[in-house]
T-cell receptor, first 108, second 115 residues
């Protein structure tokens, strides 16, 4: 079977740094993606890692270790607007398989 | 179009009725996906289209669910004899294949409520 594990909730304050971890078990693997979803909104693509290492896009970075079947999303200089759900997703075949999501709450 | 368009945005139906959900992907996107999201849950894969064919229907939960795509563009997800457990947000996404990876672009979804 295929499964992804990520924490259900994370809380932080404005200006802080937060890391959301994701571990996966899949029968195939092409890459790990991260999506952001605000309440009532559509999921939006944040980042994609096909190879080991760190990818940086502005305040957001994503890391992958294929040997450990592990990745994380790092959010820096947190802002209130970053309060949302964050999903890791594995490309293992024809379509993305998503984790259950991590709800990030940012307070002032 | 500029984005993925889904209609209707909300649908309330009586148990046992059939419903059709529509997805209009980004022009030129050959891949199209349907997902289902229950309240507070992750995205459950339903079906994948490449052009007009559906090489992966493994996520359809029962034979009450079917989907088609015509002209390599618009897709329709049909749920027959709806049940209360079908209540969820149905999300459609499209993507390009080949070249630089830009991820999936999702529509805003159809919120289906079966009463």
């Amino acid at each position: 079977g295929q499964s992804l594990e990520q924490p259900s909730e994370v809380t932080a304050v404005e200006g802080a740094i937060v890391q959301i971890n994701c571990t996966y078990q899949t029968s195939g693997f092409y890459g790990l993606s991260w999506y952001q979803q605000h309440d009532g909104g559509a999921p939006t693509f944040l980042s994609y890692n096909a190879l080991d290492g760190l990818e940086e896009t502005g305040r957001f970075s994503s890391f992958l270790s294929r040997s450990d079947s592990y990745g994380y999303l790092l959010l820096q200089e947190l802002q209130m607007k970053d309060s949302a759900s964050y999903f890791c997703a594995v490309e293992a075949g024809t379509a993305l398989i998503f984790g259950k999501g991590t709800t990030l709450s940012v307070s002032s | 179009g500029a984005g993925v368009s889904q209609s209707p945005s909300n649908k309330v139906t009586e148990k046992g009725k059939d419903v059709e959900l529509r997805c209009d992907p980004i022009s030129g996107h050959t891949a199209l996906y349907w997902y289902r999201q229950s309240l507070g849950q992750g995205l459950e894969f339903l079906i994948y289209f490449q052009g007009n064919s559906a090489p992966d229907k493994s996520g359809l939960p029962s034979d009450r669910f079917s989907a088609e795509r015509t002209g390599g563009s618009v897709s329709t997800l049909t749920i027959q004899r709806t049940q209360q457990e079908d209540s969820a947000v149905y999300l459609c996404a499209s993507s390009t294949t080949g070249g630089e990876y830009y991820g999936y672009t999702f529509g805003s979804g159809t919120r289906l409520t079966v009463v």
